[in-house]
């Protein structure tokens, strides 16, 4: 069961990567925060605090698990979120130690999450991260 887990979990970081990377920061632009998340990469900024540290601290509360595992590996980079017709997922990105950690509800509505990881970051993967980071630092020092 792990192990199917552990492979689905890949696959959802491959799809979520392929997918739209993107800061999400006005949110009153997109609509609840929660479809503004829904299948996105998001920046975790917690000064100022961007769209994907707001959504990371409003899981951490539904999910206590979640909010246990930041306290204690920190804020990560990046959060990945998406769900399924009967789970949730969340995927954090720690670009420093380039290690990522899958997440999963037990079911879509639990407040109970699972583990698995760390997974490596590629190479390809950290630099698409780390440029966007490093874009939208440029961008938030503008303003």
């Known amino acids: 069961m792990k ?3 552990a492979h689905s979990s890949l696959l959802l970081l491959a799809v979520l990567l392929l ?7 006005d949110k009153w632009l997109v609509g609840t925060s929660g479809f503004a998340a829904h299948d996105q990469i998001m920046l975790v900024r917690k000064t100022p605090p961007s769209f994907g540290y707001d959504r990371l601290m409003d899981q ?19 959060l990945a979120e998406t769900s399924t017709s ?6 954090l990105y720690y670009l420093k130690a ?6 999963r509800t037990a079911t879509k509505y639990s407040r109970e999450v699972e583990f698995s990881g760390p997974y490596p970051i590629t190479a390809r993967e950290y630099k698409l991260l780390h440029g966007f980071r490093e ?8 303003r």
């Open 3 to 5: 192990k199917v887990f």
């Open 19 to 25: 997918g739209s990377c993107t800061h999400a920061g």
């Open 60 to 78: 951490a509360v539904v999910h206590p698990d979640l909010g246990i595992f930041v306290e204690k590996r920190g804020v990560p980079d990046f």
């Open 86 to 91: 009967d789970r949730h997922y969340f995927i």
């Open 98 to 103: 380039r290690q990522a950690f899958a997440c």
């Open 135 to 142: 874009t939208s630092t440029k961008k938030t020092a503008k």
